[in-house]
Each structure stands twice: as C-alpha cells, then as structure tokens.
C-alpha cells in the first residue's frame, strides 16, 4: 500500500513538473508570504533607487498607473533636488517618496499597503523567480522548485503514513494523526484546486 501510494506521488510531482506556477502557488501557500515589492530588494524599490541615483524618473513609471504619475513624479523630483543638501530632510522626503510609490503601486495590484519592508525579507521562491527572469534560466527554476515541491509533499505524506498506523492507539495519536493527514490532504488538494481554477499572487 505504501509503495503505491508513493508511486501516486511521484506520478503526480512528474505531471506537474512543468507548470510552474502550480509549484509557486503551493511555496507560498506552505509559508509566510512575505512582501516582494514592499522590500528594498525587491524590483520596484531598486528601481526607485536606481532612478535616484541616475535622475531617471521614467524607471519607475512602469511600476504605477499613468494617472499616479501626477502624484509620484513631483515627489521624485523633490526628493532628487535635496539630494545634495541637509542629510536628514533628504532621508525624510526620500521615504516619503518611497512609501508613496509602493502605496500606489499595490493599489494597481489590488494589494493592501502595509510599509516598507527591509531588504532579505522577500521570499526566497520570489528571490529565485527575478534570478531566472535576469539570467534567462527558467530550467533552473523549475528544477529547484520541483525539488522543493518534491521533498515538502513527500514529508507530509510520510508524516501521515507513519500516524496512521497508530492513530486509533490513543487520543493523543489519533489528533496527532488528523493534524497530519489534514496538512497532507489540504496540500494535495491545494494542488488539484490550483489546475481547475488557477491562481493569484500579489507581489
């Protein structure tokens, strides 16, 4: 029974390898999603900063609704002309900047504004997404998340196998055992709901 029920895991992982957004979807449903654009190493805060640096406005514009740019755009430009003066007001006017930017740009997502967020907290799934996107590897993206994918659904599989075998020895067990097997259940069932009806994920 064992064996067969590995066999169907393995069949399952193989038919799936190839959408990658399924393999996404199931990451960040295992983990705290935390925020991409939000983070200072995210694209649309680097790109912010880039913009900065080089007096580019037009670098983010891509990030907002061109009706947004009324509002960002002078900000921008504000923040570029104290550049070169008092530290302080700078650094003020800059986060001002930013914080207005991200705001906006989440509203285009339909995502809710929770403040800036400090570089390494972006997940590291997202992480490896913009690598594929910059060195145009999306083989290597694939592989990684199959072999995460892999080993995550196989633990909850192998945690309720071994529960079962004892779930009716005591109480204990057996909540034990419907702990598990609902976290294995939900995962599976995750990935059956996301092929029928597709997902969404805000940065």
């Given amino acids: 029974m064992k064996a067969k029920n590995q066999m169907f895991i393995i069949r399952l992982l193989k038919s799936f390898f190839s959408l990658s957004f399924l393999f996404v979807f199931f990451l960040l449903s295992s983990q705290k999603v935390m925020a991409h654009c939000d983070s200072f190493d995210g ?3 680097t790109d912010a900063a880039k913009a900065l640096e080089t007096n580019n406005v037009e670098l983010i514009k891509k990030w907002i609704l061109a009706e ?4 960002v755009v002078p900000l921008f430009h504000k923040a ?3 550049k070169d003066g008092d530290f302080e007001i ?4 800059k986060a001002h900047f930013y914080e207005t ?3 906006l740009h989440r509203e ?9 967020k400090p570089a390494g907290t972006t997940a590291h799934i997202t992480v490896m997404s913009d690598k594929a996107l910059e060195e145009g590897n999306f083989e290597g993206l694939l592989a990684a998340l199959n072999k995460h994918v892999n080993r995550q659904l196989m633990e909850k599989y192998e945690k309720a196998a071994a529960l079962y075998k004892i779930k009716d020895r005591s109480v204990e067990d057996g ?3 419907v ?9 599976v069932e995750a990935i059956h709901d996301i092929l029928e009806s597709g997902g969404h994920h805000h940065h």
């Fill in 101 to 103: 930017f991200v705001r």
């Fill in 108 to 116: 285009m997502e339909g995502a809710t504004f929770t403040g800036l």
């Fill in 175 to 177: 909540r034990a055992y």
């Fill in 179 to 187: 702990a598990a097997y609902v976290d294995y259940t939900h995962a």
């Fill in 90 to 93: 700078y650094e003020i006017v």
């Fill in 68 to 71: 947004d740019e009324a509002v």
């Fill in 80 to 82: 570029y002309s104290l």
């Fill in 43 to 45: 694209p649309a805060l």
